[in-house]
């Protein structure tokens, strides 16, 4: 499918100095009035707390209030330091509504440290923050598994390896929720559909910079004792936790406020903003993954908010939401984070389902098998994944009825979750595939994920659940499920659309060296964990049973060869983007899709004149593809 010529950039007005372009609103402003902002709200906090209101404070010395304040006025500081609060102020003073921000430093690198409206160059933001905060996760797994190489003797000590685990899943679990729709359906999505922009360009700004500032938040942790709750971060534990669990529910909130702006951003954009004849059988199957995803990010992520809201509160004013011994309950908070965090987790998986599906036909050179089946299976996720939250509560005794019902509707969120797999799997059967560096990501995800989804069938059912839960074994499901998913489509989307993204090649060599490397340490990692669960090793516990130390030696041995693959891309990405720089062909892949038939890199605005869709999204095998017609400028959905 082609669309019509971009629109050749106009004469540029010439920059001025760079000393004056850092004067102003920009990420350097925004850090120096966040840092104020932190100092303000702390020293207006230790002025509420006082001598006459000490008993706010959780334990001897703590000052939670003045934390609490500190982060919000910090955030909001460094929200008015990136120019978020000038367009407002400008509205409220009478000004007309504009796009300046995208206009201005269109050639510049200052646009990527800086409130921008350009879809494209928010999605390039989104992919250096996240790669940024990913390997600090990932650092914090490497410190872990050092920890776990011999059983009696500690190189952090357990209070320091319970925070090690916490910040390693919280960030991965809460900077990975826009892991794929932060880079890649910010940049995708208008140009699948035919549109020139976001609906909200400054909303979708916005997320991306609430999230960097969810990631600092998170970090501070440590200066503040840690927490020790891991990232489920379960009452009563948090209410009695150090002040370093103030930085927790500081970084959560923020994720769930950008998760919530994104996806309804999403939304409104798919819907209100498709190019004529992309009507919804047309539209491809990566969007449709992205609307199901931004579904689940507008309902369950404010649950996340609200939660958080009253454990601060319990922190902070002395409400008893959580406190059992006060006539609240801690079984609440259970309750209401899984009801995000189960969607989450389908949050996780379900860009990378989209992903694969893209990419297959290109490789293949076949239509999608069973579009509208693989439709209805991310719908049916997205539906289902509401109805299941409550099977990571099976061993908390509470009531026993229930667990019937949620056995069941755990187990049968595996049928649209099948209907994806088998849609992958009949788009490969007689495929002409060619094996690039994103189909070989692919094929590992398609490996990968049906062992994660097989060892979730022992979580779902309670007898199975009672003996593993808590254990190893969850781990490794875990970890199969959204890293060997996820994690691999996600490096499947960067080889494949990074070349149009940034204009030039990735190494295909470094390439495959990466893949390889990674796919065989993944496993290498992960599957003896099945056992040590099995073998009855506990998570988040510093110390295990001596007759384990070989299994966990190995796993660590592993996981150092895993975090040398990602150095390995680390090293890919710098030397092709940064210093070869070669230029990337306009269509390597041979694909149909429209983002591949506009120049590279991609023009501001996307497209002269809006394309207008008349045929199938994967003419694949197809003996002629009929070009699309050109609506008249200005004209869409």
């Not at 409206?117 to 999605?123: I, M, P």
């Not at 970084?251 to 996806?263: C, E, Q």
């Not at 003419?619 to 699309?628: C, D, N, S």
Request: hydrophobic share 50%.
């Amino acid at each position: 499918m082609s669309a019509a010529a971009a629109t050749s950039p106009g004469p540029m007005p010439a920059l001025a100095p760079l000393w004056r372009r850092l004067i102003g609103f920009n990420l350097l402003t925004g850090i120096v009035l966040g840092v104020g902002g932190w100092f303000l709200g702390h020293w207006i906090g230790s002025e509420i707390h006082g001598e006459s209101l000490a008993y706010f404070s959780t334990t001897a010395g703590e000052n939670d209030i003045a934390i609490m304040l500190g982060y919000l006025l910090g955030v909001i500081g460094f929200l008015i330091g990136l120019g978020f609060a000038v367009y407002p102020l400008q509205r409220l003073l009478g000004g007309q509504p504009t796009l300046a921000e995208r206009e201005s430093h269109e050639h510049g690198l200052l646009r990527y440290f800086s409130l921008s409206t350009d879809h494209k160059v928010v999605a390039k933001q989104y992919m250096v923050g996240v790669g940024f905060f990913f390997f600090i996760g990932g650092l914090n797994a490497m410190a872990i598994r050092t920890e776990l190489l011999q059983p009696n003797t500690h190189v952090f000590g357990a209070n320091q390896y319970l925070t090690l685990v916490g910040m390693h899943g919280s960030m991965m679990m809460g900077i990975f929720t826009s892991g794929v729709l932060g880079p890649f359906a910010n940049w995708l999505v208008p140009i699948m559909i035919g549109s020139r922009r976001m609906a909200f360009p400054r909303i979708e700004s916005l997320t991306f910079w609430l999230l960097m500032a969810a990631g600092v938040v998170l970090i501070t942790t440590i200066f503040f004792g840690g927490f020790q709750t891991g990232w489920t971060g379960y009452q009563p534990l948090g209410d009695q936790g150090t002040a370093g669990y103030d930085a927790y529910i500081g970084f959560f909130a923020l994720v769930g406020l950008s998760m919530t702006l994104l996806g309804f951003n999403l939304i409104v954009t798919i819907v209100t903003m498709r190019a004529p004849g992309m009507i919804w059988s047309r539209l491809p199957i990566f969007v449709w993954s992205v609307l199901a995803t931004a579904g689940l990010m507008v309902l369950a992520a404010p649950t996340l908010i609200a939660t958080l809201l009253m454990a601060a509160m319990d922190r902070t004013v002395q409400t008893a939401f959580f406190i059992p011994g006060q006539g609240g309950s801690p079984y609440l908070f259970q309750n209401l984070f899984w009801v995000f965090g189960h969607p989450e987790v389908y949050v996780l998986a379900l860009p990378g389902f989209g992903i694969v599906l893209e990419l297959l036909p290109v490789f293949t050179r076949k239509p999608l098998w069973g579009y509208r089946l693989a439709v209805a299976g991310m719908l049916g996720v997205g539906i289902l994944s509401f109805f299941v939250w409550q099977h990571h509560l099976f061993v908390s005794g509470l009531n026993a009825d229930l667990r019937p019902f949620f056995s069941l509707s755990t187990e049968l969120i595996s049928i649209p979750t099948g209907f994806i797999y088998l849609c992958a799997l009949g788009t490969l059967w007689r495929g002409r595939i060619r094996f690039t560096v994103p189909m070989l990501f692919c094929l590992a995800w398609a490996f990968n994920f049906l062992w994660g989804g097989v060892s979730g069938i022992f979580l779902s059912d309670v007898p199975s659940d009672v003996t593993t839960h808590g254990s190893f074994f969850v781990m490794a499901h875990f970890h199969y499920t959204i890293m060997g998913g996820l994690i691999f489509a996600f490096f499947a989307a960067i080889y494949y659309w990074v070349p149009k993204m940034y204009g030039y090649k990735l190494s295909e060599r470094l390439g495959k060296w990466h893949f390889w490397i990674m796919f065989l340490a993944f496993n290498s990692t992960f599957a003896p964990l099945f056992a040590l669960g099995f073998l009855g090793m506990p998570r988040r516990v510093v110390t295990y049973a001596t007759n384990l130390q070989g299994l966990n030696d190995w796993v660590s041995a592993s996981a150092y060869v895993l975090g040398l693959s990602l150095l390995l891309f680390l090293v890919n990405a710098v030397w092709s983007l940064v210093f070869k720089r070669e230029p990337a062909e306009r269509n390597p892949w041979r694909s149909k899709s429209i983002e591949w038939q506009l120049p590279t890199p991609v023009p501001l605005h996307d497209f002269e004149q809006l394309p207008v869709f008349d045929g199938d999204p994967y003419p694949y095998g197809e003996e002629r593809t009929p070009l699309p017609a050109v609506a008249p400028a200005g004209e869409g959905a």
